[in-house]
Every structure is written in C-alpha cells, then in structure tokens.
C-alpha cells in the first residue's frame, strides 16, 4: 500500500450483534499507525506490522462496562480490511471497505 491515511469502516461480529466502527491506517515511510473506534471510543492501535497485505495490531476496545485489550490480524488492501481480533472473551471476525465520505477532497 502507498504512503496515506485509509479509513475502512468496520462491522465487528459481536455475540451481542453487529457492531459498526471505524479503522484509521495512517502509512508513511513504512511506518504504520492509526486508531480503532469501536462502541463510540476511540483507541490507538500499537504494535502494527504490514507486510504483503497482512495486517497485525493491538489496543483495546472499550464498552460502557469495561475495558477489553485485544490482538488483531487479517489482511488489508487500499479498499478492503478482514480481521480476527482475539480477546480474552473470544475471537471475533471484522471487516470492512474504505470509507468514501471520509476519502473525498476536501
């Protein structure tokens, strides 16, 4: 992938049902960092690692209860993202495709 800040919205297959979210990759130099918003918090992701269209970061989700750490890996392109993200309730399966409304010019 190029040098950019992508933005895919997500939908994370809860046991409590879909819940939509946000993923920000910000690439420059062959660094990789961003953010995830998920349940209306937003969390920076660490760890990234993206190499050949295979993703893999950490952070924490956080609900009204509490907060949830996690692990994810998948792969991404410029217009898609799957994800695994393990956490110590379970695995649970995300994807998304690139956000049009925030990739348009400003």
Known sequence: ??????????????????????????????????????????HPITDVCLQDGKLCFGGQMQTLLYFLPYRARGTVDAGRVELELRTEKGCFRAEGSVDLEKEKPV
């Open 1 to 42: 992938m190029r040098d950019g800040t992508y933005h895919y919205a997500i939908r994370l297959h809860a046991p409590i049902g879909l819940r939509y979210g946000m993923l920000e990759l910000c690439i420059q130099d062959r660094t990789v960092s961003g953010a995830l918003t998920m349940f209306s918090q937003t």
